[in-house]
């Protein structure tokens, strides 16, 4: 005897073609994107992630912006920075019945030919960060495992509660204020990526030296974990710093910001703290610890904010079309920020007779700054502003 078989009367599948994915197109089968130019021969996981995420009405959305500003402008207006990039002049396209989203090739202006060269986008940022903060909160547990912070000169420690601790306002303010800031203002996702990353890694670096100012406070006896706070507040050698810093937060203008901060200040003062007075001074005074926290953060500018502002800078200083609009209004900056950053350099001069070894001279600390701060303006075809002499 045979079992009979019940068939269930639930509905079968009936395929008419009008399934999402069902309709062939002649690049159905290709396996990369085709809306952009990819920088090299081949496209790169980078560049997929992140060319023209941000939409622009010039190459599709025929409706215009779905979203704008109180005042009228919609999505990200191009004269959020007086800098311009070839094409921005021009009109957007003519929509009409039928036309679609056709709009200009790509790329419409010269504002989406920029590429960060550290191709920076979610999965890169955490694994670079997650490695630096891996790495600096190893070296300050061994340092508290092998007792090393013991080892400081007495005014070494006076030095790093004040002056190390105070450095953290900086970053924390224009990583905050500052970057975070001209990321939404900047025109394109190359540039919003590669500026928050930047903005992240100032952050990142302010919470590392607040977590290690609270170790210090715990590690050595009479450690004053807010002497920080009356040196940024009252410290005449901190309050040049703290005025062109709070200054630059004021930019409304989001290219100026990053080329004030990046190509001016981070060379002329923030390098000259950094590496010419910390890294210098701490070995002598006993600590081979504050320079690799310091460290991280130099890394950070050095290697990876600095690479992607030059290239960013440079496409401008090269544009077929504005160089030279582009080359002026940077010169006017430089005559603008040089002098003020400059002033604030002299004005920490007292700190480099703080420690009981003594860094090198100050005067050529600041001319090594200056040297490196030139060289960054030739790679960007800008001259020396006359105030780098004075």
């Not at 061994?142 to 970053?171: D, I, K, L, Y």
Request: charged letters at 25%; hydrophobic letters at 35%; glycine letters at 6%.
């Amino acid at each position: 005897m045979t079992d009979t078989v019940i068939e269930r009367s639930s509905p079968k599948p009936e395929f008419t073609d009008a399934e999402a994915g069902a309709k062939v197109f002649p690049d159905s089968t290709l396996r990369h994107y085709n809306y952009y130019k990819p920088q090299k021969r081949k496209q790169s996981h980078y560049e997929d992630v992140t060319v023209e995420v941000q939409p622009d009405p010039r190459h599709y959305l025929a409706q215009g912006w779905l979203y704008g500003f109180s005042d009228g402008k919609g999505g990200y207006p191009l004269d959020w920075t007086a800098l311009k990039a070839w094409g921005v002049d021009r009109g957007d396209p003519e929509r009409f019945a039928g036309s679609g989203g056709k709009g200009y090739e790509w790329p419409a202006h010269g504002w989406h030919e920029f590429r960060d060269p550290n191709e920076e986008w979610e999965l890169t940022f955490y694994r670079n960060n997650s490695n630096v903060v891996r790495q600096v909160n190893q070296n300050i547990d061994t340092a508290r495992e092998t007792s090393a912070f013991q080892q400081w000169n007495p005014n070494w420690v006076t030095f790093v509660e004040r002056n190390v601790g105070a450095w953290m306002h900086v970053e924390q303010g224009l990583g905050l204020y500052l970057f975070a800031n001209a990321q939404r203002r900047a025109p394109t996702n190359m540039h919003n990526n590669a500026i928050s990353v930047n903005s992240m890694h100032r952050i990142r670096f302010a919470q590392d030296l607040a977590l290690y100012n609270l170790t210090l406070s715990e590690e050595i006896e009479d450690f004053d974990g807010s002497a920080h706070l009356d040196a940024w507040n009252n410290d005449p050698a901190w309050q040049g710093v703290r005025r062109v810093s709070e200054e630059l937060t004021g930019i409304d203008d989001w290219a100026e910001a990053i080329f004030a901060a990046n190509i001016v200040f981070e060379p002329l003062v923030g390098e000259l703290f950094r590496s010419q007075l910390v890294q210098q001074a701490s070995p002598g005074n006993g600590d081979f610890v504050t320079p690799t926290v310091v460290g991280a953060g130099e890394w950070d500018y050095a290697s990876r904010d600095l690479r992607y502002t030059k290239v960013m800078f440079e496409l401008l200083t090269n544009d077929k079309e504005f160089a030279d609009h582009n080359k002026a209004l940077m010169d006017q900056w430089l005559s603008n920020w040089v002098p003020k950053c400059l002033k604030a350099a002299r004005e920490m001069q007292p700190l480099w007779s703080q420690p009981d070894a003594k860094p090198p001279r100050f005067e050529d600390a600041l001319d090594r700054v200056k040297h490196r701060f030139s060289g960054i303006l030739s790679e960007l075809s800008l001259n020396d502003p006359k105030e780098l002499t004075q």
